[in-house]
């Protein structure tokens, strides 16, 4: 399974359209997703959580755990912008198919 | 039927909720450290206090969209004066009672937010509400479950899942089946309404509590027989 950064960025970035009503176009890899700049509400993140997960099991072939240590990091979580939680999920995916 | 997950199903409260569920036609996925086989539902080996374990067991559950509920009963006690408690027996208590109530519902919240809704269900004592000497542990850990289902009542709230507590008095149960008559007496008296209840009495609130008519309630902490 050949999956890219792109593939994953463009997903978040349909789902946070989807879930905040707004056009895809205002979402990319520097959209904050918690934070004071965050583009969604904590309803909204778990909605991106739950459609991750099920893209995460069923795209990239890996389990994506919501509540690791380094996710309750703001300096350094994964989930600090769509950029960085592209990377973590494609890093995820890579290990899944080592 | 929907599914719902009972935590400490092997026996006592949580075993008379399940096979109450079951009966209804529930599929009932009763978790408990040995998986009792004479159970008239679903099994599973579970240490509550476990977070690994409790992810272990409920893996399957994750991604469900048919899950209604989530009923912990799982509860550990040890009437005895803090200052002889050993520091396992602490932390054994705290991690069954509270940590064990977080990690079931942080294992099984996803599944009722994809389920559309449900219900989830703590268990306290009125041990909190009456401050009870030789319960001090017991009643910290409960305590804790009472703060905690508060706030998460309201991080559910927005997925249409409650989140409630129900502290009932003294119930026949093996976990006080070694405290002596009088002292359960004694507590009894001191409840609004001065009668012991039984297991049914529980059940009937659970009930409620899952029924589509519960949907308002949540955030509460339901003290069976009054304190």
Redesign the interface.
Known sequence: MSVELKEITDFLCRELASITGRPVESFGEHSALIGARTEVA??GF?ELL?AT??FA?ERLGTAFDW?SDAAMSEARSHFRTVGSLARHLLDLSNRATL | MSAVVVTGASRGLGRYCAERLATLGHRVIGLSRTASADAPFEMRACNVGDAASVKDALADL??STDVLALVNAAGIASMNLLVTTPVSTVQRIVEVNLLGTIYCC?AVA?AL??SGGGRIVNFSTIAVALGLAGESVYAASKAGVEGFSRAFAR?MA??NVTVNVIAPGPIDTELIAKVPREKIQAIVDRQVVPVQATPEDLWNVVSMLLSPEGRMISGQVLHLGGA
Do not use: K
Request: aromatic share 6%; charged share 40%; no cysteine.
């Open positions: 904590s309803r778990v739950l997960e099920d099991s509540a | 994750r991604r942080q996803p937010i994809r991080e927005g997925f």
